[in-house]
């Protein structure tokens, strides 16, 4: 009789903690996260290097390193909107990726990427304001954008897709993948989060503020 009661309670802390992992498992407002490119495997980066053509702005590249801490993105509303920290971001919204260390917006504009002529993915702004290329819609099949699951970033303006071109620059960023604009949601435009620090819904969350963390 003990052993069953004691199975019977096992298996009801082992349901409420799935529950409970499974409403905390999307992307929230507010949230700082890696990107992994679900095909390549290198996370989405930006750093203090400029383009040497095409915008001149500052460059994005994929890196395979885990622990770069210039792979940190926060996850804001579209200009001019607010979104409420710890909101869940719904499939088919607009947001801005703000690049952490330098205050960039993830961007993207009609000019020529330096390796494979695709369209130039850049990181533009002043402490996180910017313009209309900074926006991207979130492209996914869930009601939210689940942490686990492949997106894609569709840039606003343009209609592309954020992806990989696989193609690798030299020196002085040797090893770092090409970042670009793709027409069609084809190979190198699935996203995935990696690490980061995650906001945990407002609602499961007390009077102040609940984080879900993976290692940054």
């Not at 500052?58 to 579209?78: F, L, M, R, Y």
Request: with cysteine; hydrophobic share 30%.
């Amino acid at each position: 009789m003990q052993h069953g009661l004691l199975l019977a309670g096992l298996a009801l802390v082992i349901s409420l903690l799935n529950g409970a992992a499974t409403e905390s498992n999307v992307v929230t407002c507010g949230s700082i996260l890696k990107l992994l490119n679900s095909d390549y495997s290198f996370r989405l980066h930006s750093h203090d290097v400029k383009y040497g053509s095409g915008s001149g702005q500052q460059s994005v590249t994929g890196v395979e390193q885990k622990e770069d801490v210039n792979s940190h993105w926060v996850v804001k509303a579209q200009t001019g909107e607010l979104c409420e920290r710890g909101e869940p971001i719904a499939c088919g919204s607009t947001v801005r990726l703000e690049h952490l260390t330098t205050k960039k917006n993830l961007h993207s504009h009609h000019f020529s990427s330096p390796l494979s002529g695709e369209q130039e993915v850049s990181a533009y702004g002043t402490d996180g304001l910017g313009d209309t290329g900074d926006h991207w819609e979130v492209v996914c099949s869930n009601d939210n954008w689940i942490r686990s699951a492949h997106v894609r970033l569709r840039h606003i303006d343009t209609g592309m897709f954020l992806g990989m071109s696989g193609r690798s620059y030299g020196r002085p960023i040797s090893g770092q993948m090409e970042i670009v604009g793709l027409y069609k949601p084809q190979h190198g435009t699935r996203w995935t989060t990696a690490e980061g620090l995650f906001i945990v819904p407002k609602e499961k969350s007390s009077t102040h503020d609940e984080y879900a963390h993976t290692e940054l």
